[in-house]
Nanobody
Framework: QAHLVESGGGLVQAGGSLRLSCAASGRTFSGSDMAWFRRAPGEERGLVARDSWSGRPTYYIDDVKGRFTMSRDNAKNTMYLQMNSLQPNDTAVYYC?????????WGQGTQVTVSS
């Protein structure tokens, strides 16, 4: 089975930074567009950022544009989300998966909590 393990979340003050990691097993990232998602309390899981295997520009939702940077290391089958200038409304559980079709079993996510 293909699994994902997200890590790197935590509690941070507004304006702080975190770097999330997403490690895959059982299936390679190669050839797939990958994405970060988040689910805030009381909301549905939604897209945060999506990269492109074919070289299209990485897409970011407006709320995180200029603050978050997505990257991947195909050799390590790992992807990252560098989050800077965090704001309280970034508080959520963050997940990763392929995009647009989730081809991995969803991981447990990693909790990011931003205090004001």
């Amino acid at each position: 089975q293909a699994h994902l393990v997200e890590s790197g979340g935590g509690l941070v003050q507004a304006g702080g930074s975190l770097r999330l990691s997403c490690a895959a097993s059982g299936r390679t990232f190669s050839g797939s567009d990958m994405a970060w998602f988040r689910r805030a309390p009381g909301e549905e899981r939604g897209l945060v950022a999506r990269d492109s295997w074919s070289g299209r520009p990485t897409y970011y939702i407006d709320d995180v544009k200029g603050r978050f940077t997505m990257s991947r290391d195909n050799a390590k089958n790992t992807m990252y989300l560098q989050m800077n200038s965090l704001q309280p409304n970034d508080t959520a559980v963050y997940y990763c998966n392929t995009h647009p079709v989730p081809r991995f079993n969803w991981g447990q996510g990693t909790q990011v909590t931003v205090s004001s």
